[in-house]
C-alpha cells in the first residue's frame, strides 16, 4: 500500500466527521516501540475538534477521555509487527487486526479497538508500522524515524483536509 492510498483512505475514514482522535500507542523505551508517542507529541494541530493524545502502553485507560470527548473517529498509531519490510505502513480495522502480534501491550489491539467504539460511540482504525527494533533503548531507528516524520506530514494533511 502506497502512502497516497493510505493518505486516500484515511480522507475517507475521517471525511465529515467533526471530532477525531490520534492516539499515539507505544513505549518509547523500546526503541520503534516509541513511534506512536513520537507522532503525537510531535503532532501540532490548532483546532478544538481534534483531540492528539499519548496513551502510552495502556490505552484502554484513556476510553472515557475518548468518550466525553464525544470522537467520532479514533486514529491509532502504534508499531504493529506485521511480518513486512521495516517502515511498512498499513491501515487496519478491527476486522483485519486478528493476524497482527502486538506483544507490548497488555489489551489485544482487535479487543482494545471494539472497547473504544463501544465506549465512544465512534469507529476506530489502526495506522500500524512495521518495527526495525522494539529492545530495551531509547530513540527510533533511522528508517523508522523518516516513517514517522513522513507520517506526522500525511496525518497533518489528512486532518487539514478534514476542515475544508
Same mark, same amino acid.
Given at each position: 500500500?502506497?502512502?497516497?492510498? #493510505?493518505?486516500?483512505?484515511?480522507?475517507?475514514?475521517?471525511?465529515?466527521? &467533526? &471530532?477525531? !482522535?490520534?492516539?499515539?500507542? @507505544?513505549?518509547?523505551?523500546?526503541?520503534?516501540?516509541?513511534? @506512536?508517542? /513520537? #507522532?503525537?507529541?510531535?503532532?501540532?494541530?490548532?483546532?478544538?475538534?481534534?483531540?492528539?493524545?499519548?496513551?502510552?502502553?495502556?490505552?484502554?485507560?484513556?476510553?472515557?477521555?475518548?468518550?466525553?470527548?464525544? !470522537?467520532?473517529?479514533?486514529?491509532?498509531?502504534?508499531?504493529?509487527?506485521?511480518?513486512?519490510?521495516?517502515?511498512?505502513?498499513?491501515?487496519?480495522?478491527?476486522?483485519?487486526? %486478528?493476524?497482527? !502480534? #502486538?506483544?507490548?501491550?497488555?489489551?489485544?489491539?482487535?479487543?482494545?479497538?471494539? /472497547?473504544?467504539?463501544?465506549?465512544? %460511540? %465512534?469507529?476506530?482504525?489502526?495506522?500500524?508500522?512495521?518495527?526495525?527494533?522494539?529492545?530495551?533503548?531509547?530513540?527510533?531507528?533511522p528508517k523508522i524515524y523518516e516513517v514517522a516524520e513522513e507520517t506526522l506530514k500525511l496525518l497533518i494533511r489528512v486532518l487539514e483536509n478534514r476542515m475544508r
Amino acid at each position: 500500500m502506497t502512502e497516497s492510498d #493510505i493518505e486516500s483512505q484515511l480522507n475517507q475514514f475521517v471525511q465529515g466527521t &467533526k &471530532k477525531v !482522535a490520534i492516539l499515539g500507542i @507505544g513505549n518509547d523505551l523500546r526503541t520503534d516501540d516509541g513511534l @506512536g508517542p /513520537y #507522532i503525537v507529541e510531535n503532532l501540532s494541530i490548532d483546532d478544538p475538534n481534534v483531540l492528539i493524545e499519548n496513551v502510552g502502553s495502556v490505552p484502554e485507560a484513556f476510553a472515557r477521555p475518548l468518550a466525553e470527548f464525544g !470522537a467520532e473517529r479514533i486514529i491509532m498509531v502504534d508499531a504493529a509487527d506485521m511480518r513486512k519490510p521495516v517502515g511498512h505502513i498499513e491501515l487496519v480495522t478491527k476486522d483485519r487486526i %486478528g493476524g497482527i !502480534a #502486538i506483544s507490548t501491550h497488555s489489551m489485544p489491539l482487535s479487543l482494545l479497538m471494539m /472497547y473504544l467504539e463501544q465506549e465512544t %460511540g %465512534g469507529q476506530a482504525i489502526l495506522l500500524g508500522i512495521q518495527p526495525q527494533n522494539i529492545q530495551f533503548g531509547e530513540g527510533l531507528t533511522p528508517k523508522i524515524y523518516e516513517v514517522a516524520e513522513e507520517t506526522l506530514k500525511l496525518l497533518i494533511r489528512v486532518l487539514e483536509n478534514r476542515m475544508r
